[in-house]
């Protein structure tokens, strides 16, 4: 599955004093080694400290700092780990600023950094050289041979592609890792100095944040600590892992003892999202920059116990205080996507059926919302709602209330008389509640608003979500059908927090009551007939299984490309708290059967606007044949 346990280190470090800042890096991949990590990554000049100034110029620092390296190739025998640490070092009497890479015993590679600062506190010109542009050279060193050495190294292991930068590079206009990612690294390594000044830390942040996505790779940063020189400035041990615009790990700086701060990486889901993103190929199709790849081998490939943080509901931000911007923002999108199709159409009534869940009161609020916008009479939203053998007192009052509260004109149309009509038409047994009767219910429905559409001149909404198209858990020319669909790419686990967002922020309190109760009610179609205490019997998570289970199965199945074997082995970590393994199985089989078998349903779907990462729109992010056979994936 690639998962790869990687580590940014920060050691305790002594001015000038080689041999005890040896000590605490073995001491840090001595600690990186129990967790099982097979890359760590130090700070910049770690082996000698950064802020040893004109003291790099002395030949006794530079030469113990050269035997502090081989004494750490030595040591790389004990361990199966691919070894980052920064150390200066002097070629053809220049001096530079480098990442060493060390490996079972021996150096990969050398990576000088291609840009030196000067300017402010930096001062760094006056004793190293630049790294760029130096390329395609070898160097020897008194204990190894034939190293390969400057900027266009990438060192391999399979599917791992790794690149190095230093510091400096990551806040140039274009950094060496733009270049490097292009080249296939998959995995970006930074051994920084960065001082600390107010703010300073959250824009690094934002530094990582925007190259991991920007480069589609994971971002390991590794900073000086706070037992540098302090003569005029301050190191914080800033240790950051990001993943393609995400911050997956940091720590909380200012640490005076050993740290190192590990992940694990996803390898293949980067890996997935470059193969996606077209544009990502076609810049790596025009660079002109040529790259040495060095490969190694570990001897046993393993990350441990698998701690990374997996989301249970992957369509709701993680960060609480994300949700309410998160929903105002879809919220605007669907309202501005069915704006413009009123102005486009010139209609100024909209028609919309009115069930008293939670996917029309969306479509409904989405409705309202347009009205607003566009400063139209709320007389011309017409809601309907159509009860039928299953309709119940709660949704139904729900649906009533709902309506009236927002001013809507409402209308109450029972379909059972019709449907009985139509049994006896086409000779089906009412007491037979099978699809036939079912599915009688959801085209009658959507006949009598295709039809008042006609009548009114105005434009149908469409309640269906994402995750009923994807289980295609809709009755085909039924509610399958409307003249834009509002909610298409909206999860059925993220509809719950726009009603919600909606209720609590743009709502009165009547309103905000009517859809409390909403969201407290149970899923249902309503097609079968009620309980003898007139409740819903039919709850649709009985019969297909949990909603928040099928929106996991499909973000990784169809967002990242994941094998059955990952999404299964992500779903059983990330639920192991709530449904056992036999189970998320099981749904997951029903999820690949279904999602297989009903995409004639998604290559007939109306328009409607994308709000999140996934749309399964054939016009769009999606194109299946509908006749796929799903054997591969079971």
Not at 365 to 370: A, E, G, P, R, Y
Not at 464 to 471: I, K
Not at 593 to 616: E, M, W
């Amino acid at each position: 599955m690639n998962f790869y346990r990687v580590a940014a280190a920060c050691p305790i470090t002594n001015v000038a004093d080689i041999e005890s800042n040896l000590e605490n890096i073995k001491t840090c991949i001595n600690d990186a080694n129990k967790k099982s990590v097979k890359l760590i990554v130090f700070p910049e000049l770690c082996i000698t400290s950064y802020t040893c100034a004109d003291l790099f110029e002395q030949k006794l620092l530079l030469d113990k700092s050269l035997n502090g390296i081989e004494t750490l190739c030595e040591y790389s025998k004990q361990v199966d780990m691919l070894i980052l640490v920064g150390a200066p070092l002097v070629i053809n009497s220049a001096l530079f600023n480098c990442a060493i890479a060390i490996f079972n015993g021996s150096i990969l590679g050398i990576v000088p950094k291609s840009y030196i600062p000067n300017y402010t506190e930096f001062y760094e010109k006056r004793w190293f050289t630049a790294g760029l542009g130096v390329v395609n050279k070898d160097i020897n060193l008194y204990f190894q041979k034939n190293i390969p050495f400057g900027t266009d190294i990438l060192f391999t292991c399979g599917d791992i592609k790794i690149g190095i930068e230093i510091c400096e590079d990551l806040w140039v206009t274009i950094p060496p890792s733009s270049y490097l990612s292009l080249a296939g690294a998959n995995v970006l390594c930074n051994l920084s100095a960065s001082n600390e000044i107010v703010s300073k830390a959250d824009y690094r942040l934002s530094l990582v944040e925007a190259q991991s996505a920007r480069c589609i790779a994971s971002y390991i940063y590794s900073s000086s600590g706070v037992l540098e020189s302090t003569t005029d400035l301050v190191f914080s041990g800033h240790l950051i892992i990001g993943e393609n615009g995400a911050i997956i790990n940091k720590n909380s700086r200012f640490q005076r003892e050993n740290e190192i701060l590990t992940s694990i990486l996803d390898i293949d889901k980067l890996n997935g999202d470059r193969l996606k993103n077209l544009s990502f190929r076609d810049s790596s199709l025009i660079n002109t920059l040529k790259f040495r790849e060095i490969e190694f081998k570990y001897s046993k490939f393993s990350y441990g116990d698998f701690d990374r943080y997996v989301e249970k509901h992957p369509f709701v931000p993680s960060n609480k205080a994300q949700i309410t911007e998160r929903c105002k923002e879809i919220f605007n999108i669907q309202s501005a996507g069915l704006a413009k199709r009123f102005k486009h159409t010139n209609l100024k009534k909209a028609i919309i059926g009115i069930s008293g869940g939670l996917d029309s009161t969306l479509a409904l609020l989405v409705i309202i919302k347009t009205f607003d916008i566009l400063k139209l009479d709320k007389e011309n939203i017409i809601a309907v709602t159509m009860p039928g053998f299953g309709t119940t007192d709660r949704t139904y009052n729900n649906a009533v209330a709902l309506c009236k509260n927002l001013h809507t004109t409402f209308r109450e149309i029972d379909i059972v008389p019709a449907c009985l009509q139509h049994f006896k038409d086409i000779d089906h047994d009412p007491e037979i509640h099978d699809i036939t009767y079912e599915n009688v219910q959801a085209r009658e429905r959507t006949q009598i608003l295709m039809d008042i559409a006609n009548k009114e001149g105005g434009l149908l909404i469409g309640t269906g979500d994402l995750s009923e198209l994807a289980l295609g858990w809709c009755t085909y020319n039924g509610d399958h059908m409307s003249m834009y669909a509002v909610n298409c790419s909206v999860p059925k686990t993220l509809v719950r927090y726009l009603v919600q967002y909606v209720a609590s922020q743009e709502s009165d309190k009547n309103t905000e009551e009517i859809l409390t109760d909403i969201l407290n009610t149970p899923v249902s179609p309503e097609l079968l007939p009620k309980d003898k205490e007139g409740n819903i019997a039919q709850k649709t998570e009985d019969i297909i299984g949990p909603y928040e289970l099928h929106d996991f199965f499909l973000f990784y199945f169809v967002r990242h490309g994941a094998t059955p074997e990952k999404i299964l082995f992500l779903a059983k970590t990330a639920f192991k708290n709530e449904y056992e393994d036999e189970f998320i199985e099981k749904y997951f089989n029903f999820f690949i059967r279904r999602f297989f078998t009903q995409q004639f349903k998604r290559s007939a779907i109306p328009d409607g606007p994308k709000v999140g990462s996934i749309s399964l729109s054939p016009r769009g992010d999606w194109r299946m044949p509908s006749d796929a056979s799903f054997n591969l994936w079971k």
